[in-house]
C-alpha cells in the first residue's frame, strides 16, 4: 500500500510538471515577443560579454534557443526550460514536503505561470538563485573542492544573469558569518571574481554604461510616495495576484530550524528592505525581487507544513487564480479586447512591421527614442535594419554601442514616428498600431557615438549669466567621421528640469572641427528663472532632434 502511495505522488508530480512545460511551449510559441523580449533577441544577433542594460546570459539562451527554432519559440524556449528545472530544483530544496502544498503554492503565484516562458534576464536569474541555494546547502553539509567550485559557477552563472544576484551572496554571507572563517568559501569568491572577470573588463573598457544607468540616471530628481506604495502593491502582486500577502505572511513567519533556512529568510527580508530603501532615490520595479521565488517558496511550505495551517485560504484562492492566469494566457494569444490597452506591445506586430517595410521600400528604418521599436521591427520584418536615435531627452541603451549607426550614414533612410509628433512628414501610414508618419532622409547622418565630456558636474550660478564649459570630444567610431556638407552638424545644449524641457540651443561649433580640436569650449547661457536644472551638450545633425551626447551636468540657478 505504501508503495502505491509512493508511485502515485510521484506520478501526479511529474504530471504536474509535464503540464507545466507544455502550458509553458504553447505560451512561448503562440504568443508574439513583448518589446524588451525584441531587445534582448537583437542582444543575441551581438553576442559580448556584456551590455548597457544587463550581464549577457540573456543574450545566450537566446542565441541557443533562436538557433533551434526561427520564431517566438526559439526565442522562449531555453526560459521555458529553465523554468521548469528551477521547481524542480525547489522541489528538492523542501526538508519535509507536501505535495499538496506545493501545488497550491505554485497555483497562487500566477507571475511565476504566464511570465516563466518570458526571454527577460529574471527567468534564469531565477533558475540559478535556486541552483545556488542548492549548492549552497551542499557546501554548508560539506566543504569539498567540488562544493566550492560549484558554489563559484552557480555564483558566477547568478551574475552573469542579473547584477541583483549579488545581494543573495551578500545577505547569505550576513546570516552566517561563520563563512568569513572559512577557507574555501574565500576561494569560491575568488574563483567567481575569475569567472566574471570577462564582464568586468567589458564595463571598464564602456566607461562602466550599467553602472552609471542604473546608480545614477534612474534616480530621480525628487521622492514620490508613489515609488513606495507601487512597490509594496507590485510585491504582492508578483507572488501572487490574490494570496502573494499571506503567501509572504507564512515565509516570514516560518520557524527556522537550520543555518540553510536562515539564509533563505535573511535573503527575503533583506533583498525585500533593500528595495524598499531604494524607492527613496526613484521608481522600484516590482520584478526586481524576484529571485525569491525560491525563498518564498520553500519558506511558506514550511511555514504551512510545520505549524500544521490550515489550507482553506490557499484552496480558495487556486482556482480564481488560475483562472485570473487563463485569461492572461488567452489575452497573450487573443487579443479579444481590441478596446482595452492592456499591453498592446504584444499584440499586431508583424502587421504593424509589414505596414511600415511596404514603405520603406527595403530602406533601413530608423526610430526616435526607442530601444523597443527598432526591435520589434528586425524581428518581424524578417531582417530589415532598424536604429534608435536618443535625443538629449531620452537616455542612451546598447543602440549606442553598436556599429549599426555607421552603416546607414549617406543612406537614404526612412525615420518613423507616432502621428502626431513635431517632426518632417514625408507621408503617413496606417498601422494597426495606429498611423505612423515618416520621412524619407537622403543620405543619413547621425552622430551618437560622440561624447562630449564636461570637465563639471555641478554648477551653481545666476540667472540669464553666460558660463564657459571645457569639453573634452571622444569620437567613439574609430575612424574619421562623414559629415552631411549640405546640412552641416554642428554642437549644442539644452536644459531640462523635473517639470519642462527648455528649447535646444545650437552653438557656432561644427562637428568637423570639434573633432579635430577634441578639447573645445561652449559657451552656455542660462535659464532665466531660478531652479534645478540638467544641462546636457548634443549634436544637431540633419531634421533629428539633437541627440544624446554627455551625461548631464547639475545646474542650480539662483
Known amino acids: 500500500m505504501d508503495l502505491v502511495r509512493y508511485f502515485t505522488k510521484h ?16 505560451q512561448a510559441y503562440f504568443t508574439e515577443l513583448m518589446d524588451d523580449e525584441s531587445y534582448y533577441w537583437v542582444y543575441s544577433q551581438h553576442l559580448d560579454w556584456g551590455y548597457f542594460d544587463h550581464p549577457p546570459m540573456v543574450a545566450l539562451l537566446i542565441k541557443i534557443g533562436y538557433a533551434l527554432f526561427h520564431n517566438e519559440l526559439g526565442v522562449r524556449v531555453c526560459m521555458v526550460i529553465l523554468n521548469l528545472f528551477t521547481l524542480i530544483i525547489t522541489d528538492k530544496l523542501i526538508a519535509r514536503r507536501d505535495n499538496r502544498v506545493f501545488y497550491l503554492l505554485l497555483c ?73 572563517r572559512v577557507f574555501k568559501f574565500y576561494i569560491a569568491v575568488a574563483i567567481t571574481t575569475i569567472l566574471f572577470f ?13 553602472l552609471q544607468y542604473h546608480l545614477v540616471e534612474r534616480n530621480a530628481a525628487s521622492y514620490d510616495i508613489s515609488y513606495t506604495t507601487d512597490y509594496v502593491a507590485g510585491q504582492l502582486l508578483l507572488f501572487g495576484p490574490l494570496a502573494g500577502w499571506l503567501i509572504l505572511y507564512y515565509a516570514f513567519v516560518c520557524p527556522i530550524q ?60 487556486a482556482p480564481i487564480t488560475l483562472l485570473i492566469v487563463i485569461i492572461a494566457r488567452v489575452y497573450l494569444v ?33 526610430f526616435l527614442n526607442s530601444y523597443q521599436l527598432p526591435s520589434k521591427y528586425m524581428f518581424y520584418s524578417n531582417g530589415g535594419l532598424s536604429y534608435s536615435v536618443n535625443s538629449r531627452y531620452s537616455r542612451r541603451n546598447q543602440y549606442n554601442y553598436w556599429n549599426t549607426e555607421k552603416q546607414l550614414w549617406g543612406k537614404p533612410v526612412m525615420i518613423a514616428v507616432e502621428h502626431g509628433n513635431n517632426f518632417p512628414v514625408t507621408d503617413s501610414v496606417r498601422t494597426p498600431k495606429g498611423m505612423w508618419d515618416y520621412f524619407i532622409q537622403d543620405p543619413y547622418y547621425s552622430y551618437s557615438l560622440i561624447q562630449l565630456i564636461p570637465a563639471l558636474k555641478n554648477v551653481k550660478t545666476k540667472t540669464g549669466a553666460h558660463m564657459n564649459f571645457i569639453l ?9 567621421v562623414p559629415v552631411d556638407t549640405a546640412q552641416q552638424p554642428v554642437l549644442g545644449y539644452g536644459f531640462t528640469d523635473k517639470d519642462e524641457q527648455l528649447s535646444p540651443v545650437k552653438s557656432d561649433l561644427v562637428l568637423s572641427k570639434a573633432i579635430d580640436r577634441r578639447i573645445i569650449r561652449m559657451e552656455v547661457v542660462m535659464p532665466d528663472k531660478p531652479g534645478t536644472y540638467q544641462l546636457k551638450f548634443c549634436v544637431f545633425a540633419g531634421v533629428l532632434p539633437p541627440t544624446h551626447n554627455s551625461q548631464a551636468v547639475k545646474v542650480v540657478v539662483e
Open 198 to 210: 570577462p564582464h568586468l573588463y567589458w564595463q571598464y573598457a564602456h566607461g562602466f554604461p550599467s
Open 11 to 26: 506520478q501526479y508530480k511529474r504530471l504536474f510538471l509535464l503540464a507545466w512545460l507544455i502550458l509553458g511551449l504553447a
Open 472 to 480: 573634452q570630444l571622444k569620437n567613439g567610431y574609430g575612424q574619421q
Open 334 to 366: 487573443w487579443d479579444f479586447a481590441p478596446g482595452v490597452e492592456i499591453r498592446p506591445e504584444i499584440h499586431n506586430n508583424r502587421e504593424w512591421a509589414t505596414a511600415l517595410q511596404q514603405k520603406a521600400v527595403n530602406k533601413p528604418v530608423v
Open 108 to 180: 497562487t503565484m500566477g507571475a511565476m505561470q504566464v511570465g516563466g516562458m518570458l526571454a527577460v534576464p529574471d527567468v534564469p536569474l531565477i533558475f540559478f538563485a535556486a541552483l545556488y541555494f542548492l549548492v549552497y546547502r551542499s557546501f554548508l553539509e560539506q566543504q569539498s573542492w567540488k562544493n566550492t567550485f560549484l558554489l563559484a559557477l552557480s555564483m558566477a552563472l547568478m551574475f552573469y544573469s542579473k547584477y541583483h544576484g549579488i545581494l543573495l551572496v551578500g545577505f547569505t554571507v550576513i546570516s552566517n558569518l561563520n563563512l568569513l
Open 258 to 317: 537550520s543555518a540553510f533556512e536562515r539564509s533563505l529568510k535573511v535573503s527575503l527580508i533583506g533583498v525585500l528592505v533593500f528595495f524598499l530603501l531604494s524607492t527613496y532615490k526613484g521608481r522600484v520595479e516590482a520584478n526586481w525581487t524576484v529571485m525569491l521565488f525560491t525563498p518564498v517558496l520553500v519558506l511558506a511550505h514550511q511555514s504551512i507544513f510545520r505549524k500544521r495551517r490550515a489550507l482553506t485560504l490557499l484552496k480558495w484562492m
